[in-house]
Structure formats: structure tokens, C-alpha cells
């Protein structure tokens, strides 16, 4: 029978689907990753495993697992795993693109809001016993509606978010590799990286996690940002300087930032961010609505069976 690795606790119908025709192995510790030398102990006979983005797949392991077919990852991101090593192996990577989109992208959203009016501070001061009554300037934020918004990485998701703005009548710029048709059809303009970040309020940081894209939201990058620009990243926390956004937000070099993950996860309350006014941080839910996670599990859970019957792939990344 094939050995099929999960390594967090998944939704018991899905499980239910593999453990008909493969052996299952599941990693019940709900809050807890795999640790490295387990995961490296089961996969070493699996044909399938299906991974979390706290899990790396690299040449260590995938040597260790000369019957691997298939590795289904439980994310749109797949910077976890050494692709060229895969592909030497001929081992199939499949992540979990579309199902995310628009669950993200609202996030994306929540964060800007959150950030530009404050909502944080306010629940916190009201939470506190701190609120003295109404007046004209009192957690005064900025508005949204209208402003000129910055997308880095126009993929589907960046085109969900550019979606949304259209209601928020914002005039969206973006920089990426190429022109995105639906970006132009949404009215969003191609621009350079640095123009983008002269110009825009918000910067919303969505592009895919690469060697190219690793720590270009740097102090460089912060200085040609406004003042009262806000800074949003649903990306990978590797995107940037970690040290050189606390300052530019402590220095008031920009106005704010608002994140949802970090370069290195998780963040506890040592990190430099945390305590800075003007930071909205939240624990990496992008993709964590139920009925998402559920739609993630699902096409992980149907691209191993694809791959372990034989067939191809349903999103292969290669
Ligand atoms: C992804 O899919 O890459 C997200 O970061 C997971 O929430």
C-alpha cells in the first residue's frame, strides 16, 4: 500500500478519501509543526506527502525519500521547497493556487482598513477603560476612498484586491514582472518600483516569494515612500528588511504597516515590531477562512490521489 504523509491534522473527511487506498500517516499535534526529524523519519518510505508552509522540502529530505511522487503543498507560496531538487527527482509539486484567492485578497483588505483607521488602538484603548468621550481629532485615521493604492506582484490575487479598490474609486498602479491584462482592464497602471512608491498611500505586497523578490522592501525602498504611506504585506515576511521597516515606522518615515507574515515564523513578543504604535500584525491567517482551508485541503488531498493513480497533477507548480 502507499504511504501517504499529512503533517498537521486535516479535515476527517479528506483523510477519510486517502485512507481508501493508501496508508496514512497524520501528525495530530494541532498547534505544533511536524518536528524535522520525524517528518524526515516518515518520509523516508512515503510516495506522497502533503506539507504545511512551516515545513522544508530540500535536498536532505527529498534524498531521504526514494519513493516520493508527489508533494501537495498546503499553500499558494511553495518557497519551502527546493524546486531544481525536485525536479531532479522527478518528485511533482503541487500547491493550492485559485482556491485562496479571494479569502486572501479580503484579508489584504481587512489589514488596510485596519491600518488606516486605526481600529487597533481604538479597541485597545476602549478594551482599557482609556476612552474619555467623543472628540473632533480623536483616533482620527485616513481615508481609503480615492487614495492611490501600489500593488507589488500582480498575480491573481493582486487582481482580486485591484477588484475591490474599483468600489473604493482608487487609482491603482502596480509593479510587476509584466503587464497583466486584467490588472488593465481594471484600470491599474504598470509602473517602475520606485515610481510606485513615490506615489502610492498604500503599498500592498503580494508577489510570490523568490531570489528576485527577497528583501526589496528595504530602507531604500521605505525612504521613497510617503510619510503617511501605509505598508501592507500578505506576501512572505522575507519580502523585507524586518530591521529596516521598524525604524522606518518608529522613525515615522511612513505612516504605518499592517502584516500578515514574517521572515521568521512565528514572531513572539520579542520581535521588533511588536509594541510599535502603527502596526496592525496578525499570526499568518491570509488563507484562513474555513471553508477555504477546507477548499486547500481538498485539491491537496485530490492532487495526491491524481499523482499516486498514476494521472497528472491538478495545479502542478512546475
Ligand atoms: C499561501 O497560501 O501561500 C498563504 O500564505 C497560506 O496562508
Given at each position: 500500500m502507499k504511504k501517504v504523509v499529512i503533517t498537521r491534522n486535516i479535515n476527517p473527511d479528506m483523510l477519510q478519501k486517502l485512507r481508501k487506498d493508501f496508508e496514512v500517516i497524520v501528525?495530530?499535534?494541532?498547534?505544533?509543526?511536524?518536528p524535522r526529524e520525524k517528518f524526515l523519519a516518515e518520509t523516508r518510505?512515503?510516495?506522497a506527502v502533503l506539507t504545511m508552509l512551516s515545513d522544508k522540502v530540500d535536498e536532505e529530505m527529498l534524498q531521504n525519500a526514494?519513493?516520493?511522487k508527489v508533494v501537495a503543498n498546503l499553500a499558494v507560496g511553495f518557497d519551502n521547497i527546493d524546486l531544481a531538487a525536485a525536479e531532479r527527482r522527478e518528485v511533482v509539486i503541487a500547491n493550492t493556487p485559485d482556491v485562496l484567492t479571494e479569502t486572501t485578497a479580503e484579508l489584504a483588505f481587512t489589514l488596510m482598513l485596519t491600518s488606516a483607521r486605526r481600529v487597533l488602538e481604538a479597541n485597545q484603548e476602549l478594551m482599557d477603560g482609556e476612552w474619555s468621550g467623543w472628540s473632533p481629532y480623536h483616533m482620527a485615521g485616513t481615508d481609503v476612498f480615492g487614495k492611490t493604492i501600489g500593488i507589488f506582484g500582480m498575480g491573481s490575487i493582486g487582481v482580486s484586491f485591484a477588484r475591490r479598490l474599483k468600489g473604493f474609486n482608487c487609482n491603482v498602479l502596480y509593479h510587476n514582472r509584466s503587464e497583466s491584462e486584467e490588472a488593465r482592464a481594471l484600470g491599474a497602471k504598470l509602473t517602475s518600483f520606485e515610481s510606485m512608491l513615490e506615489r502610492s498611500d498604500f503599498v500592498l505586497c503580494s508577489a510570490p516569494l523568490t531570489n528576485q523578490t527577497k528583501h526589496t522592501f528595504d530602507k531604500k525602498a521605505f525612504s521613497l515612500m510617503k510619510n503617511s504611506a501605509h505598508f501592507i504585506n500578505?506576501?512572505?515576511?522575507?519580502?523585507?528588511?524586518e530591521a529596516d521597516l521598524a525604524e522606518a515606522v518608529k522613525s515615522g518615515e511612513i505612516g504605518g504597516a499592517a502584516l500578515d507574515?514574517?521572515?521568521?515564523?512565528?514572531?513572539?513578543?520579542?520581535?521588533?515590531?511588536?509594541?510599535?504604535?502603527n502596526m496592525t500584525l496578525l499570526?499568518?491567517?491570509?488563507?484562513?477562512s474555513v471553508a477555504t482551508r477546507n477548499n486547500m485541503m481538498n485539491l491537496c488531498v485530490n492532487n495526491i490521489m491524481e499523482v499516486l493513480n498514476g494521472g497528472q497533477a491538478i495545479t502542478p507548480v512546475q
Open positions: 501528525w495530530e499535534a494541532d498547534e505544533q509543526p511536524m518510505d512515503a510516495h526514494p519513493e516520493l500578505i506576501g512572505r515576511g522575507a519580502h523585507v528588511v507574515v514574517y521572515e521568521n515564523e512565528p514572531i513572539g513578543a520579542d520581535h521588533p515590531f511588536v509594541g510599535l504604535n499570526p499568518h491567517i491570509g488563507s484562513a
